[in-house]
């Protein structure tokens, strides 16, 4: 079955900094990657994807992700972090052509905390 | 354009008690899903409905029901609410499925349910 690992549940980073939140999946099939910000009492909002093609995705807000499929991750990454970038995020896989039915799991989020 | 919407935003019940969760979408989209959302849990899928017409259990679909009433609008029941319900729900829409697996899902802004 198809599944998503967000190895830390927090993130900490100074403002300007670089950041990474890390993701790693697992599927049977090919998979469709995205990433999502949630902030807090709001929905999900989309910010990125991978279907095919470059490896290094860019998204909303300035955000970025690079696909590696030898180590099944697609981290996320931004050069430069805002406050305002502090908030929950999800990475999520979509199995297809696998045994998951083309449906999306969801990792179980990482905090980010984007500090002055 | 309101993208997804869902009512009520908060509800408190009683065990026992039940309640319908509205979820409506004005993206035309043909497919729509509901998630619950627990600490540490990330986002788990309760049902789906892949089109108008259609729908599917998820990974977590006990003690819920699912009506699509049409390709705007589905709602989420609960029969007789237990404490083990009480959880942020989020509905989602998106492009077909199947067809168009390439997607993002787009979320509503949630509903709070404290059962008591």
């Known amino acids: 079955a198809q599944s998503v690992a967000q190895p830390e549940d927090q993130v900490n980073v100074a403002e300007g900094n670089p950041l990474t939140v890390k993701c790693t999946y697992s599927?049977?099939?090919?998979?469709?990657l995205f990433w999502y910000v949630q902030y807090p009492n709001r929905g999900l909002q989309f910010l990125l994807k991978?279907?095919?093609?470059?490896?290094l995705v860019k998204g909303s807000y300035g955000f970025e992700a690079e696909f590696n499929k030898s180590q099944t991750s697609f981290h996320l990454k931004k050069p430069s972090a805002l406050v305002s970038d502090s908030a929950l995020y999800f990475c999520a896989v979509r199995d297809i052509g696998g045994e998951g039915g083309n449906k999306l799991t969801f990792g179980t989020g990482t905090q980010l905390k984007v500090e002055l | 354009n309101a993208g997804v919407t869902q009512t009520p935003k908060f509800q408190v019940l009683k065990t026992g008690q039940s309640m319908t969760l509205q979820c409506a979408q004005d993206?035309?989209?043909?497919?729509m899903y509901w998630y619950r959302q627990d600490p540490g849990m990330g986002l788990r899928l309760i049902y789906y409905s892949a089109s108008e017409g259609t729908t599917d259990k998820g990974e977590v679909p006990n003690g819920y029901n699912v009506s699509r009433l049409n390709k705007r609008e589905f709602s989420l029941r609960l029969e007789s609410a237990a404490p083990s319900q009480t959880s942020v729900y989020f509905c989602?829409?998106?492009?077909?499925?199947?067809?168009?697996?390439?997607?993002?899902?787009?979320f509503g802004p949630g509903t709070r349910l404290l059962v008591l």
């Open positions: 991978y279907i095919t093609g470059d490896n």
């Open positions: 989602a829409s998106s492009e077909a499925l199947a067809q168009t697996p390439r997607g993002p899902q787009y």
């Open positions: 993206m035309n989209h043909n497919s």
């Open positions: 599927v049977s099939g090919n998979p469709y």
